[in-house]
Structures are given as structure tokens and as C-alpha cells.
């Protein structure tokens, strides 16, 4: 075997030896690009279903719910061009099944009594984590300016009417055991926080709520009389636990816009 065969032969190698290892670091980074494209997916399927499963019923519109599943069905369709082992069928599903009890108007989410600082500042972090996630569809296209206006203004509200929450189950509280003070120092807390959302017409509303109940128990305090009835208090209660889903408000706070 002459040198120019050997000096061949070498270069052969070389260049087999290359193509193996250009081969084998392609083939390492599409797994690699995979596996993020997986983890990221199923992350934003996590995050999108988290909210939607954990936020209680009376934060949720009927709007953010269907995007909340959109984003789920979205993730799920990627999912399944990826072809994981993740059970992306039986949550595709779920989906579909939640999409069309939210469409019907038969999907139940319960509601929870935000009584404890706790639970507003988790209710807070979900909240927030919806903004961020309508935020981000905004940014990326995939809701328009308008869609992704209402929705933020819909949740930076009811961001403070969280804490407002947990100020009225207090002065409620108070009310019941006849410390009228403290129950008119709570809702004077609860108004402070429903101001926070400056041009609001249902904040707005709250607040003048608020404002006529101190009125009520400052009268009470000056009279001397018992405060108002279970059933008052009762009727007071129930509006403002379903404001935020009147019918008759959100029309008029539609036309007036």
C-alpha cells in the first residue's frame, strides 16, 4: 500500500470520524430542543389549567375562562405533535368537555369565602398569574388589543377586590358581635382598596356601597340602637357577593361606555 493510499485512507477516517460527531451533536440538540419544547408546553398548559382549576368561581368571567381553556386546548394540540407520553388525550378531553359546560353556561366552580389573609394573598398570586398569562397572549398576538384590555382591567380589579373580600367577611364579623367600631374601620378598608381601581365603574360602585354602609353603622353607633336585622345584613351580603356577576349592572356599565 502506497502513501498517497494510507494518507487517503486517513482523511477517509477523519472525515467519517466528523460526520459521526456533527451527527451525533445534531442529533443531541434536536432531543435537547425537543425536551424544552415538551417542558414548555406542558408548563404553559400547568400554569393555564392551575388558574383555572384553583381560582374560585366568583373571580372568573366567562370570557377568562375560555381562555384559560384555549390556552389549555393549545398546549395540547402542540403536545400532540410532539408525540410525548404525557396523557395529552385525556386532557384534551377535559378540555373540550369544560369548554362546552362553560359555552352551555353548566360549568360549576365553587365559590370561596376569602376569610383569612391566607387565602387573599393565594387568590392574589393566581390572579396576578392571569394577568401576566393575558399580558403575555397579548404580546404574542394572540388576542387583540381590545380582548386583552378588558380582561387585564377585569382582573387588576379583582386583584384589590380580593383584599376588599377579606375586609368585608371581617367587618362582617364585627357586625355580628356588635363591634360597630372595628366593622366601620373594615369597610372603610374595603373602600380604600376598591379605589384602587381608578376609573372602574364598578369599583366605583362598591366604593359608594361601602360608603353608605359606614353611614348606616355610624348612625347606629351615635343612636344607640341595635344594629339592622339578620335578614338586613343578610341582603347586604348577598349584593355584594354577586355584584360582580349582576347582569343588569354589567349592561348598564356596558352602555355607559
Given at each position: 500500500?502506497?502513501?498517497?493510499?494510507?494518507?487517503?485512507?486517513?482523511?477517509?477516517?477523519?472525515?467519517?470520524?466528523?460526520?459521526?460527531?456533527?451527527?451525533?451533536?445534531?442529533?443531541?440538540?434536536?432531543?435537547?430542543?425537543?425536551?424544552?419544547?415538551?417542558?414548555?408546553?406542558?408548563?404553559?398548559?400547568?400554569?393555564?389549567?392551575?388558574?383555572?382549576?384553583?381560582?374560585?368561581?366568583?373571580?372568573?368571567?366567562?370570557?377568562?375562562?375560555?381562555?384559560?381553556?384555549?390556552?389549555?386546548?393549545?398546549?395540547?394540540?402542540?403536545?400532540?405533535?410532539?408525540?410525548?407520553?404525557?396523557?395529552?388525550?385525556?386532557?384534551?378531553?377535559k378540555v373540550n368537555e369544560n369548554k362546552q359546560k362553560v359555552i352551555d353556561g353548566t360549568d360549576e366552580q365553587?365559590?370561596?369565602?376569602?376569610?383569612?389573609?391566607?387565602?387573599?394573598?393565594?387568590?392574589?398570586?393566581?390572579?396576578?398569574?392571569?394577568?401576566?398569562?393575558?399580558?403575555?397572549?397579548?404580546?404574542?398576538?394572540?388576542?387583540?388589543?381590545?380582548?386583552?384590555?378588558?380582561n387585564l382591567r377585569h382582573v387588576l380589579f379583582t386583584i384589590h377586590k380580593?383584599?376588599?373580600?377579606?375586609?368585608?367577611?371581617?367587618?362582617?364579623?364585627?357586625?355580628?358581635?356588635?363591634?360597630?367600631?372595628?366593622?366601620?374601620?373594615?369597610?372603610?378598608?374595603?373602600?380604600?382598596?376598591?379605589?384602587?381601581?381608578?376609573?372602574?365603574?364598578?369599583?366605583?360602585?362598591?366604593?359608594?356601597?361601602?360608603?353608605?354602609?359606614?353611614?348606616?353603622?355610624?348612625?347606629?353607633?351615635?343612636?344607640?340602637?341595635?344594629?339592622?336585622?339578620?335578614?338586613?345584613?343578610?341582603?347586604?351580603?348577598?349584593?355584594?357577593?354577586?355584584?360582580?356577576?349582576?347582569?343588569?349592572?354589567?349592561?348598564?356599565?356596558?352602555?355607559?361606555?
Open positions: 500500500m502506497n502513501t498517497v493510499t494510507i494518507v487517503l485512507l486517513l482523511l477517509a477516517v477523519v472525515a467519517i470520524s466528523i460526520i459521526i460527531v456533527v451527527f451525533s451533536q445534531m442529533r443531541e440538540r434536536a432531543r435537547i430542543e425537543k425536551a424544552r419544547r415538551i417542558t414548555a408546553l406542558e408548563d404553559a398548559y400547568n400554569r393555564a389549567y392551575r388558574i383555572y382549576d384553583e381560582l374560585p368561581g366568583q373571580y372568573l368571567t366567562r370570557d377568562l375562562k375560555l381562555l384559560l381553556l384555549h390556552r389549555m386546548e393549545e398546549a395540547c394540540q402542540h403536545l400532540q405533535q410532539e408525540q410525548t407520553e404525557l396523557p395529552v388525550k385525556e386532557w384534551l378531553a365553587p365559590k370561596v369565602i376569602i376569610d383569612s389573609p391566607e387565602k387573599s394573598n393565594y387568590v392574589k398570586e393566581l390572579l396576578q398569574n392571569l394577568f401576566k398569562l393575558v399580558e403575555s397572549l397579548h404580546k404574542s398576538g394572540k388576542i387583540n388589543a381590545a380582548t386583552a384590555r378588558a380580593t383584599h376588599a373580600d377579606l375586609f368585608v367577611f371581617q367587618a362582617r364579623d364585627h357586625v355580628r358581635q356588635g363591634q360597630l367600631r372595628k366593622a366601620i374601620h373594615a369597610y372603610h378598608l374595603a373602600a380604600t382598596e376598591m379605589g384602587k381601581s381608578q376609573g372602574n365603574d364598578m369599583a366605583a360602585r362598591a366604593v359608594a356601597g361601602f360608603k353608605e354602609r359606614i353611614h348606616e353603622l355610624e348612625q347606629e353607633l351615635a343612636s344607640g340602637e341595635k344594629p339592622h336585622s339578620v335578614e338586613h345584613q343578610s341582603q347586604l351580603d348577598k349584593q355584594w357577593d354577586t355584584f360582580l356577576h349582576d347582569d343588569d349592572w354589567k349592561k348598564k356599565a356596558d352602555y355607559d361606555h
